[in-house]
C-alpha cells in the first residue's frame, strides 16, 4: 500500500502531545483514551538558570560559584539525544519576543557538551557579545552570518559577520523548545 509508520519515538511524542493513546494514533482503538499523564514517565529534570546565575554557564574556566543548580521538569519527548547535553534558562530579553517572551523558559542545546555542533539558518542561538547573551535568528548567506533580532519593539540592531569573524563569536547553545512555567 506504500505507507509507512513513524518511528516508535515519534508516535510516543505525538501521543503526548494530543494526549491520546498511542493505539488510538495506530488506528488499533476507537476511543481516544487518556495517554499516561504521570510526570514522572513523561519528563526528565534539567538544569535550571534564571538570569541571575546565567553567566555560570560560560566560560568554563571562570564559572561563578553556585550553591545549588535549580532544577525544572521538562517533557521527555523534545529530546533527540541526551537530556544531559541541555540546560533550561529563563528569558529576560524582548529582542525575540514575536516568538519568545520574556520570562518565557528555553530549552538550549549546551554546545560546550557536545562535540559537533551545526548552526543552520532559522535556528535560534544564544551568544555571548560584548559581555551580554543574546538570542537570535541565524540568516546565513555564502559570506555572511546575520543574527537577527525579531522583535515587536525597535532597538535591536541585526549583528552580521563574516563567516571568519563569526567563528570567534562565542556561541552558547541552540534553543529547542520554550515553555512559560506558571
Request: net charge negative; proline share 4%; hydrophobic share 35%.
Amino acid at each position: 500500500s506504500g505507507a509507512s509508520l513513524p518511528p516508535g519515538k515519534e508516535i510516543i511524542r505525538l501521543a503526548s502531545i494530543f494526549d491520546v493513546s498511542t493505539d488510538y494514533l495506530l488506528g488499533l482503538d476507537d476511543t481516544p483514551s487518556e495517554y499516561i499523564t504521570d510526570e514522572s514517565t513523561n519528563s526528565i529534570e534539567l538544569d535550571y538558570f534564571d538570569s541571575s546565575n546565567f553567566d555560570y554557564l560560560y566560560p568554563h574556566e571562570a564559572r561563578k560559584k553556585v550553591d545549588s543548580i535549580q532544577k525544572i521538569k521538562v517533557p521527555k519527548h523534545i529530546f533527540d539525544d541526551s537530556p544531559d547535553h541541555y540546560f533550561v534558562a529563563k528569558v529576560r530579553t524582548d529582542s525575540m519576543n514575536r516568538l519568545i517572551n520574556n520570562g518565557d523558559n528555553i530549552v538550549v542545546l549546551d554546545f560546550n557538551k557536545v562535540k559537533d555542533f551545526h548552526i543552520e539558518s532559522g535556528d535560534i542561538i544564544v551568544i555571548k557579545v560584548n559581555g551580554d547573551f543574546r538570542i537570535v535568528h541565524i540568516r546565513k548567506t555564502d559570506s555572511r552570518i546575520y543574527l537577527e533580532p525579531y522583535s515587536y519593539l525597535d532597538g535591536f540592531e541585526t549583528l552580521v559577520y563574516s563567516n571568519e569573524e563569526f567563528e570567534l563569536v562565542p556561541k552558547i547553545g541552540k534553543i529547542i523548545y520554550t515553555f512559560r512555567h506558571f
